[in-house]
T-cell receptor, first 114, second 109 residues
Framework: GAGVSQTPSNKVTEKGKYVELRCDPI?????LYWYRQSLGQGPEFLIY????????DSGLPNDRFFAVRPEGSVSTLKIQRTERGDSAVYLC????????????FGEGSRLTVL | KQEVTQIPAALSVPEGENLVLNCSFT??????LQWFRQDPGKGLTSLLL?????REQTSGRLNASLDKSSGRSTLYIAASQPGDSATYLC????????FGTGTSLTVIP
């Protein structure tokens, strides 16, 4: 696609529920990143994929968070047993590993856990 | 771990002024440095990318410089306009991208 696409743009859920957030990167971009951003803060790294594999998942806060990218394109961030502290904007970004390495972001998915 | 700091946290200037935003980082072993703009409730828009072998990049009224040895980058905005009001974030690339907390800029008409 022309840009990084994230769905849903907004998600309101209840504490304890399961949530999936989807990211469709720019076509041909092999590197995909998930970040989390709280109000007034910079993006916080969660996980980085190179192709289908998670090259670095050191930013995932705990085992309730999991992400997949089975075909090396679309990625899904999965959050189990959501907590109020998970409320944030979840940002996805992609970049080509050739060329300049410029990072491109989607508009984000705003998650609110009640 | 790489630490990125942006100063000032907030800045308010009258329209037409030139201004400088600062970004500092603790580990000089970086690949790239990228400046982004973020409008309220929106994602990040890439403004400029400086590769580690470069010293500066320019796009329109924006000029970004990079001094790896001192761990610093500046974003210069010439002739500021109210439409420049946004949060500006810098990110440095090692194995991943490390972000500062941003500078919130308000340009007063």
């Amino acid at each position: 696609g022309a840009g990084v696409s994230q769905t849903p743009s907004n998600k309101v859920t209840e504490k304890g529920k399961y949530v999936e957030l989807r990211c469709d990167p720019i076509s041909g971009h092999t590197a995909l990143y998930w970040y989390r951003q709280s109000l007034g803060q910079g993006p916080e790294f969660l996980i980085y994929f190179q192709g289908t594999g998670a090259a670095d998942d050191s930013g995932l806060p705990n085992d309730r968070f999991f992400a997949v990218r089975p075909e090396g394109s679309v990625s899904t961030l999965k959050i189990q047993r959501t907590e109020r502290g998970d409320s944030a904007v979840y940002l996805c970004a992609s970049r080509s590993t050739s060329g300049t390495g410029e990072l491109f972001f989607g508009e984000g998915s705003r998650l609110t856990v009640l | 771990k790489q630490e990125v700091t942006q100063i000032p946290a907030a800045l308010s200037v009258p329209e037409g002024e030139n201004l400088v935003l600062n970004c500092s980082f603790t580990d000089s072993a970086i690949y790239n440095l990228q400046w982004f703009r973020q409008d309220p409730g929106k994602g990040l828009t890439s403004l400029l990318l400086i590769q580690s072998s470069q010293r500066e990049q320019t796009s329109g009224r924006l000029n970004a410089s990079l001094d790896k040895s001192s761990g610093r980058s500046t974003l210069y905005i010439a002739a500021s306009q109210p439409g420049d009001s946004a949060t500006y974030l810098c990110a440095v690339t090692g194995n991943q991208f490390y972000f500062g907390t941003g500078t919130s800029l308000t340009v007063i008409p």
